[in-house]
């Protein structure tokens, strides 16, 4: 399918700048995110380290993934594989009661308890994914980009990221769950 640039292009945008940033966070403060990891107890405590070094990484290469047409496919899929999984670990806390866990998707600046909003976020996020996926094919683009083209996909990657921070910080925001439920 042959489609304009921008619509092509945004979402790898949009997702290479979250998960670059998601890695960034991860690694600058990655004694805090192995103990995020830990807590989760979804893995054996003996793989919580070697999992907390493998999550940035594996977020960086999905990030690299989103910017090259020959990658951006897997990255698609990776990318939601990822969201939901980490949809998955929130949940299955949730489920059993631990409802006081930093979610990890914050950075070490930003604490915030996993809830189900979290849940509904990266299921939507790994839909999103999924949608670029027709997209994603190489020789997908209708023409080459120019540079209006370009301005419009790096505006609206910054717009949708600024968005995606804002939901996150209502979320962050928001009283503990038990006071919702």
Request: with cysteine; aromatic share 8%; proline share 6%.
């Amino acid at each position: 399918m042959n489609a304009d640039p921008v619509v092509v292009l945004l979402p790898g945008a949009f997702f290479a700048l979250l998960f670059g940033i998601a890695a960034t966070h991860k690694l600058l403060a990655w004694r805090v995110f192995q103990q995020q990891v830990t807590d989760y107890r979804v893995l054996p405590r003996a793989l919580g380290t070697p999992a907390a070094a493998a999550i940035p990484a594996f977020e960086a290469l999905v990030a690299a993934g989103w910017l090259d047409g020959a990658t951006r496919a897997a990255a698609a899929l990776a990318s939601a594989a990822l969201l939901c999984a980490y949809a998955w670990g929130m949940a299955w806390n949730l489920r059993r009661g631990r409802d006081t866990i930093d979610c990890g998707c914050g950075g070490a600046d930003g604490t915030q308890v996993i809830r189900w909003a979290l849940v509904v976020r990266n299921v939507l996020l790994a839909l999103a994914a999924l949608a670029a996926l027709p997209l994603a094919a190489p020789g997908g683009l209708a023409r080459q980009p120019g540079w209006v083209d370009w301005l419009s996909i790096d505006a609206g990657a910054l717009v949708l990221m600024g968005t995606y921070i804002a939901l996150n910080q209502v979320l962050a925001n928001l009283p503990p769950q038990r006071v919702l439920d």
